[in-house]
């Protein structure tokens, strides 16, 4: 019985936004779509395209540039960058037997890596940032996919579709 209630008022409110059953039927299809784009605007990529990370104030977006270095913007609450401050950030990537570390230097309002991310399209990396001087340092331990995401512009570390 309440399986059926459900459907009924599902049915009604349809019907109450199309005047044609020949539209209602249709509606019952595309119903999917229309909660895929909601939930995309709510997800959203940096300025530069990479992954928002929220661990840390301010957040900061994690960027992997075309030579494969790490940039890191800080992020005001208008989702624009900030130039860095006070913060440290360090890094170990790729596999355990035979880690990269990484240094980040101040490059325009960004943090740099000075070395690109190991061979491969899943890169794991382990960032360190000490968001203040009298801050505790956060870790943030990520697997990056690198291949570009089939159903938006950016990779698939940064893909904006609801369904990654
Ligand atoms: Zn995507």
Redesign the pocket.
Known sequence: MKTKTVITTAMIAIAGMFSTPAVLAEDGHDHGHDHGEHAEAAKQAGPNGGKVIHSVEPHYELFVMEDRRVKITFLGEDGKCVAPGAQVVSGIGGDRSNPTKFAFAKDGDSLVSDKPLPKGTVVSLVLRVKPAADAKTVTERLSLNLAD?P??D?KEYA???ES?
Do not use: D, I, Q, V
């Open positions: 995401c159903g938006c950016y893909c904006t579709c990654h």
